[in-house]
């Protein structure tokens, strides 16, 4: 079994592989291709995406800086928005859904490392997969660890530090993140504290 294969069926593997260093260069190069084109070149931006992600669905935008680990082991759909700052350590699959607003600076990262320190010093590694539904929210300063799951139109609130799988249609936020409420009828009358969705109409 390669390194590669390791890595993506949740085995420990060694990142220092020859296939994989390669394939990180390569991410790396197109990475920074990316986050130095001009502002206003939103068809280049979109080009290198093309080459770097392994899945894109049609309208889907993230701004610089970007970084990922390989950028073919992720997927994202139509309608995808990312703020400034998204970076994914995507070791495993990182799959994410039609219409997900993700916020700046957050965090989506499948890769770790052991706890014992005598395994870390060996060069291992392990990854597990992160799936993120359709229509989800997820706020600034957020970070998703490996193996979680998100679920469709669930919204995490900013600072947020999620280690376990979330439902799908609530709010949640915290460190560790928890689900604190549905999304329910309230939040198609009011948008934010109060504030009702009819007089911005």
Request: hydrophobic share 40%.
């Amino acid at each position: 079994m390669t390194e590669r294969e390791k890595m993506l069926s949740g085995r420990l593997y060694r990142a220092d592989d020859p296939e994989l260093t390669a394939m990180h260069r390569r991410a790396r190069a197109l990475v920074a291709r990316f986050n130095a084109l001009p502002a206003e070149d939103d068809d280049g931006r979109r080009a290198v995406l093309r080459e770097l992600l392994g899945a894109q669905g049609e309208h889907c935008a993230i701004e610089p800086p970007f970084h990922c680990d390989y950028g073919c082991f992720l997927r994202v759909g139509e309608n995808f928005y990312a703020n400034a700052g998204l970076t994914v350590l995507d070791c495993a699959a990182v799959t994410i859904g039609r219409d997900v607003l993700i916020g700046p600076r957050v965090g989506l990262f499948a890769a770790g490392h052991p706890v014992d320190p005598g395994l870390r010093r060996q060069g291992v590694e392990y990854a597990f997969p992160i799936t993120i539904g359709d229509g989800v929210w997820i706020g600034g300063n957020t970070v998703v660890n490996p193996g979680v799951t998100i679920g469709e139109h669930t919204v995490v609130g900013s600072g947020s530090v999620v280690t376990k799988d979330l439902p799908a249609g609530v709010v949640a936020a915290g460190n560790p993140c928890r689900v604190l409420r549905p999304i329910g009828p309230q939040d198609r009358d009011f948008y934010f504290r109060g504030r009702p969705v009819k007089e911005e109409g």
